[in-house]
């Protein structure tokens, strides 16, 4: 089945405690990218990678970090979390360069920064 | 600053009406616009794409694109119940392909039995 996986699915952490969130996808594809999703303000993109070892900032990359070392994982970095990082977030990935190809999203994962 | 912009709502609209969904985009370089739809605590599902001016029909959904007023819609025949949700408007500007997707803040829409 195709499936794009986060975890943790809900997280209550505490400030400056580093935490990361793991996105794994088995469809082989090239793009992958993460959102953060809060109320009012929509879907913004933190991050996005092309390919394996190419990452690119999004809309909101303060704070964050990410690498891809692997082309099915994508994880998400919280070097030092803030309770302005309390959201959902979603993993997302697709196809490079086909024209209207599905985007697969995650689940999304709830992290609240306490 | 790229945005995509949207009615927040809520739109509501009785059972078996056309629901009418209004996006508009700042860059004109974007190439290609997606609708998407999410119901509460879920995840996006891909309705919809265009790249193309005029309209694209998908069973009961039609997306319409007029690039040169940067404008995008999504009309929704014979509205359910079950689509009850808020729909979001992205665009993209790497040609087919969605990186760098610049989502709206979605319309809620409501049907009413």
């Known amino acids: 089945e195709a499936q794009v996986t986060q975890n943790p699915r809900y997280l209550i952490t505490v400030t400056g405690k580093k935490l990361t969130v793991t996105c794994s996808q088995n469809?082989?594809?090239?793009?992958m990218s993460w959102y953060r999703q809060d109320p009012g303000l929509g879907l913004r993109q933190i991050y996005y990678?092309?390919?394996?070892?190419?990452?690119d900032k999004g809309d909101v990359p303060e704070g964050y970090k990410v690498s891809r070392k692997e082309k099915r994982n994508f994880p998400l970095i919280l070097e030092s979390p803030s309770p302005n990082q309390t959201s959902l977030y979603f993993c997302?990935?697709?196809?490079?360069?086909?024209?209207?190809?599905?985007?697969?999203f995650g689940e999304g994962s709830w992290l609240t920064v306490v | 600053q790229k945005e995509v912009e949207q009615n927040s709502g809520p739109l509501s609209v009785p059972e078996g009406a056309i629901a009418s969904l209004n996006c508009t985009y700042s860059?004109?370089?974007?190439?290609?616009f997606f609708w998407y739809r999410q119901y509460s605590g879920k995840s996006p599902e891909l309705i919809m794409f265009?790249?193309?001016?005029g309209d694209k029909e998908d069973g009961r959904f039609t997306a319409q694109l007029n690039k040169a007023s940067q404008y995008v819609s999504l009309l929704i025949r014979d509205s359910q119940p079950s689509d009850s949700a808020t729909y979001l408007c992205?665009?993209?500007?790497?040609?087919?392909?969605?990186?760098?997707?610049?989502f709206g803040k979605g319309t809620k829409l409501s049907v009413k039995p």
């Open positions: 860059d004109r370089g974007s190439q290609s």
């Open positions: 265009i790249y193309s001016n």
């Open positions: 992205a665009a993209s500007n790497y040609g087919g392909s969605q990186g760098n997707l610049i």
């Open positions: 997302a990935s697709s196809i490079r360069g086909d024209s209207g190809n599905t985007i697969y």
């Open positions: 990678s092309m390919n394996v070892e190419v990452t």
């Open positions: 469809m082989n594809h090239e793009y």
